[in-house]
């Protein structure tokens, strides 16, 4: 169903950095539209963690960023914490679906 | 601070409708943002968007759900609502209404979400 791929774990010591990749097509990401991305803790609902490719919500820590290019995002987290353990999912927007919202498949962030 | 509550049913039989509403609280439900979503998340098929609606009523869902979904709002109540006909056990997931961040007239995401309710569509 998940038009964006996302890989299905990935981890890190505390303290390194860790990057998640969104990879999409040329009906999405590739055809202009932004790329949000939401940290979801087991039981909580998602929450968002960077809008419009690259910025922060008030409250998020600059430990995280997002980039995008081509028809691909990634978010890093640097300094990797304890706390970051978590599900995170990427989320556009596509042309062939009427512009539907479209998620990506989840990560898993494990802190080793 | 905006605060996004469901309510509805957590049992449904199969064939029959699943209803749910999302309450606002914390400011008016035709301030701020202007389109209010919902979205589910199921074991097997992640977050999928359902739709979203305009505080004037337009509306926007899934193609893949459209045939079976509505969405309406009371903006006298500050509440939104999902209807969703024929379920099956594929329609099973935590349902999650939310609010859809608006970044100077442009669309990016959804910023405040309810918490969630599960809604099991079984006999």
């Known amino acids: 169903q998940s038009v964006l791929t996302q890989p299905p774990s990935v981890s890190g010591a505390p303290g390194q950095r860790v990057t998640i990749s969104c990879t999409g097509s040329?009906?999405?990401?590739?055809?202009?539209?932004?790329v949000q991305w939401y940290q979801q803790l087991p039981g909580i609902a998602p929450k968002l963690l960077i809008y419009?490719?690259?910025n922060r919500p008030s409250g998020v820590p600059d430990r995280f960023s997002g980039s995008k290019s081509g028809t691909s995002a990634s978010l890093a987290i640097t300094g990797l914490q304890a706390e970051d353990e978590a599900d995170y999912y990427c989320?556009?927007?596509?042309?062939?679906?009427?512009?539907?919202?479209?998620f990506g498949t989840g990560t898993k962030v494990t802190v080793l | 601070q905006v605060q996004l509550q469901e309510s509805g049913p957590g049992l449904v039989k199969p064939s029959q409708t699943l209803s749910l509403t999302c309450t606002v609280s914390?400011?008016?439900?035709?301030?701020?943002?202007?389109?209010w979503s919902w979205i589910r998340q199921s074991a097997g098929k992640g977050l999928e968007w359902i739709g979203r609606?305009?505080?004037?009523?337009?509306?926007q869902y899934n193609p893949s759900l459209k045939r079976r979904v509505n969405i309406s709002i009371d903006t006298s109540r500050n509440q939104f609502s999902l209807q969703l006909t024929s379920v099956t056990a594929a329609d099973t997931a935590v349902y999650y209404c939310?609010?859809?961040?608006?970044?100077?007239?442009?669309?990016?995401?959804?910023?405040?979400w309810g918490q969630g309710t599960l809604v099991t569509v079984s006999s």
């Open positions: 939310a609010r859809v961040y608006m970044v100077q007239g442009v669309i990016s995401g959804f910023d405040y």
């Open positions: 914390g400011g008016s439900i035709s301030s701020g943002s202007s389109y």
């Open positions: 609606i305009h505080i004037g009523g337009s509306t």
């Open positions: 040329s009906s999405n990401i590739g055809d202009g539209y932004n």
């Open positions: 419009g490719n690259s």
């Open positions: 989320q556009s927007y596509d042309s062939s679906l009427s512009a539907s919202a479209v």
